[in-house]
């Protein structure tokens, strides 16, 4: 079994679309994360959710949406679509406290924007 | 915010060579990680690092806690094909609620058999 599942693996859309990522976690994390991997391979941190509560949220654009149902589940949700959203998003999660740096990365999704 | 530099950007290595690679920061972490990332895959732990001073071992791969605080490094040993990946290293500062990994650009490996 997948331990960070996210779907879809590719999604390619047009600008101006809304679309969704979808992630789910069975490793009973309290802890999950979004991540974008730019061109470059550069991971930045996008957003945090513990518990389903927000405890991260970077400086992205507020066309970008996490929402978190329940604390095995982070999506993200984008509106309006650019071409500069196009890059690699990966969904992780990690224990609470003392190891939450032990990240457990999904296999990304990877976006294109035309 | 923290950077972290990490160096070389790219390496390219013959079977049965070894490797070396560091990350160095402006700021002070309290824990280091690398994470490597094979192609089409999200990254994975190798190694996490907790005290200064601090070697670790993960079978060929070893990486050491600088004593400033301020660097890392990994060492892989008898590199083999599929060692090839990016390898990352992760900064992470103890304490408070806005807890996040700060990490270095990545280091390409590629591995000729």
């Known amino acids: 079994d997948t331990a960070v599942s996210q779907t879809p693996k590719y999604l390619v859309t047009q600008m101006g679309n809304d679309k969704s990522i979808k992630c789910e976690q069975n490793?009973?994390?309290?802890?999950m994360y979004w991540y974008k991997q730019d061109s470059k391979k550069f991971l930045k941190i996008m957003f945090s959710?513990?518990?389903?509560?927000?405890?991260i949220n970077e400086t992205v654009p507020n066309r970008f949406s996490p929402k978190s149902p329940d604390k095995a589940h982070l999506n993200l949700h984008i509106n309006s679509l650019e071409l500069g959203d196009s890059a690699v998003y990966f969904c992780a999660s990690s224990e609470q406290g003392a190891r939450r740096e032990k990240l457990f990365f999904g296999s990304g999704t990877q976006l294109s924007v035309l | 915010g923290q950077q972290l530099n990490q160096s070389p950007q790219s390496m390219f290595i013959q079977e049965g060579e070894d490797v070396s690679m560091n990350c160095t920061s402006s700021?002070?972490?309290?824990?280091w990680l690398w994470y490597k990332q094979d192609p089409g895959e999200g990254p994975v732990l190798l190694i996490a690092l907790y005290k200064a001073g601090e070697l670790t071992s993960n079978g060929r791969l070893t990486a050491q806690f600088g004593i400033t605080r301020k660097d890392s490094f990994l060492n892989i040993s008898a590199s083999i094909p599929s060692d090839v990946g990016i390898y990352f290293c992760?900064?992470?500062?103890?304490?408070?609620?806005?807890?996040?990994?700060?990490f270095g650009k990545g280091t390409l490996l590629t591995v000729n058999p």
């Open positions: 700021s002070i972490f309290n824990t």
């Open positions: 992760a900064g992470q500062i103890s304490g408070g609620s806005n807890y996040k990994l700060t």
């Open positions: 490793l009973g994390h309290d802890t």
């Open positions: 959710y513990n518990n389903k509560e927000l405890i």
